[in-house]
């Protein structure tokens, strides 16, 4: 039997992966035919068929799955280990792909990435705004960002910010008519700005605490967004109450553009943490990032 090429198998391990061969397509950098044309040879020449297609999806087949199980994380160590040698060059290079919130993107990730971009040229850094839980090693990510209380056992977590802490907030408008919640029970009666995690589909709880105990509650609204920041937009509008995160909200507070209901509920929580696989060899320009991200408390 004729020996598949090394790159037809990492098209293979990439289309698997990505579950689409558009987004596989545009990850290697190549045309979604010319991605077609090599999973096809692949299978002509190992005789079995590894992905089954659909209009609306692809998946690995059962042949297809064993290779992906028990060969992908081989080829995984090999590109980790070629990924380590540019510790040998002059400066830090390569592409550091990194999934995070909108939050944490643009207040904490964002400020570090323009002070050290522009210092070293060499390295590229791919940011994916994404709401869920994304399973960075199945997605071929270097890192992840989330709060402290998101992460699995098995990564390595890195602290890059302080505590944090939620507030529900609206205008003083809106509560002319509308009496301040006293407890998060009260929100049933409130027109509240929901918000929609764009991967899951699902609409966020909001999450609220006292006295040691949890309480989550489902809001009703007119509004949903899937973006924090026109939730902030239509607070500020008087359409109703909005749950953000605390520093995006404190500016209006200050101002009295926006009231705030329920502190009490919103006790901090552990803050941003970079995390990663506790078995994967950082890079050089990878472990400047980690460096750069770390919280130092004042």
């Not at 390569?94 to 400020?111: D, N, V, Y």
């Not at 802490?165 to 009666?189: I, K, N």
């Not at 008087?238 to 404190?250: K, Q, R, T, Y």
């Not at 200050?254 to 209901?261: E, F, K, Q, S, Y």
Request: net charge neutral.
């Amino acid at each position: 039997m004729p020996q598949p090429n090394l790159n037809d198998l990492l098209a293979f391990f990439a289309v698997a992966r990505a579950r689409s061969f558009t987004r596989a397509a545009a990850q290697l950098g190549v045309s979604q035919s010319a991605l077609s044309h090599t999973i096809r040879g692949l299978e002509a020449r190992l005789g079995l068929r590894l992905l089954t297609r659909t209009t609306r999806s692809v998946a690995p087949t059962e042949a297809g799955e064993r290779l992906l199980r028990n060969a992908g994380p081989k080829f995984d160590d090999i590109e980790a280990e070629l990924a380590a040698l540019n510790e040998l060059r002059e400066k830090p290079a390569g592409t550091i792909r990194i999934t995070t919130g909108e939050h944490a993107a643009a207040t904490i990730l964002w400020p570090a990435l323009a002070k050290l971009l522009p210092d070293y040229p060499d390295i590229k850094v791919e940011v994916t705004v994404d709401y869920g839980l994304t399973d960075i090693v199945a997605e071929r990510f270097d890192a992840g960002i989330r709060t402290g209380e998101q992460l699995a056992q098995d990564m390595v977590a890195v602290r890059i910010g302080p505590d944090m802490a939620m507030a529900a907030v609206a205008s003083p408008g809106y509560f002319v008519t509308h009496p301040p919640p006293q407890a998060p029970r009260d929100l049933a009666q409130h027109n509240c700005i929901n918000l929609r995690f764009p991967t899951r589909g699902g609409l966020y709880a909001w999450e609220f605490e006292r006295a040691g105990r949890p309480v989550n509650v489902r809001v009703e609204g007119q509004l949903i967004v899937n973006e924090s920041s026109l939730a902030l937009h239509a607070a500020r509008d008087g359409l109703g109450i909005a749950f953000l995160p605390e520093d995006c909200v404190l500016p209006d507070i200050n101002a009295g553009h926006l009231t705030r209901v329920l502190q009490d509920w919103c006790p901090p929580f552990p803050g941003y943490h970079l995390y990663y696989p506790s078995n994967r060899q950082p890079s050089a320009a990878f472990r400047l990032i980690v460096d750069l991200l770390r919280y130092a408390p004042m």
